[in-house]
């Protein structure tokens, strides 16, 4: 057996039994990883908190190529986000790039420009309480970027998810896809509800798989956003 020590950011977490906790990690080195947190449910335990949702340890973890699910056993907190987990708007946005993040890593296949990329994502939001939506969409724009699905309005996807927008609104989208595949941020700010809506679907697309965190976030749209010139993007 082999002890591998590495950082991670804590993707999700559920209970196994009375004391114990099976955690999806996310790592450079091996994407996601599996692990089995003994103990974890225990009252007193310190890993009932270092393994919150978002938190970015340093794990070591008992590892065998038998298994899927690993070993933990030792954690360190690197980095809580806590500005981000103080405000609800930052919570849901971080969750849409923290399930985004999940869905582009593989299990044990190196994924360090995605790592990074969510690192800076969550350091983003959490430093920007203001305006969690416009990092959030370059956090995702980033990630799929990483995963070698960057959106490209030329394709015929884009085509097929703006068709039933006003040309102005479709300028619009194109011009913030644009400038933030150029590293920027969208120059129209008040767009930006469309934007997570298009990459919303981008995401599902490329990993044909349902984002669980999304309908919390739409549900935070402003509703004048939603019927901006009477269309919609497809959903």
Request: hydrophobic letters at 40%.
């Amino acid at each position: 057996m082999a002890y591998e020590q590495t950082e991670a950011i804590v993707l999700r977490k559920v209970d196994f039994s009375e004391s114990s906790r099976i955690v999806t990690f996310l790592t450079p080195c091996r994407g996601r990883l599996t692990c089995m947190a003994k103990g974890a449910r225990r009252k007193g335990s310190p890993l009932a908190t270092l393994l919150d949702t978002y938190n970015r340890l340093e794990i070591t973890c008992a590892w065998k190529d038998s298994r899927q699910v690993q070993l933990l056993t030792e954690a360190a907190l690197l980095d809580s986000y806590g500005a981000l987990k103080g405000n609800v708007e930052s919570v849901v946005c971080a969750a849409f790039l923290l399930e985004t993040a999940g869905l582009a890593a593989q299990e044990n296949n190196p994924a360090p420009e995605i790592y990074n990329t969510l690192r800076a994502g969550l350091e983003q939001i959490a430093a920007n309480p203001d305006t969690p939506f416009t990092h959030v969409v370059h956090g995702v724009f980033a990630v799929l970027e990483a995963a070698g699905f960057a959106p490209n309005t030329e394709d015929a996807f884009f085509a097929e998810q703006t068709r039933r927008l006003a040309q102005k609104e479709r300028d619009a989208l194109h011009e913030s896809i644009d400038a933030l595949a150029s590293g920027g941020l969208p120059s129209e700010p008040e767009r930006i509800f469309n934007i997570i809506r298009y990459l919303k679907s981008a995401v599902v697309y490329h990993f044909e798989r349902p984002l669980k965190s999304y309908p919390f976030l739409e549900s935070m749209f402003p509703n004048q956003e939603c019927t901006q010139s009477g269309t919609l993007l497809r959903k």
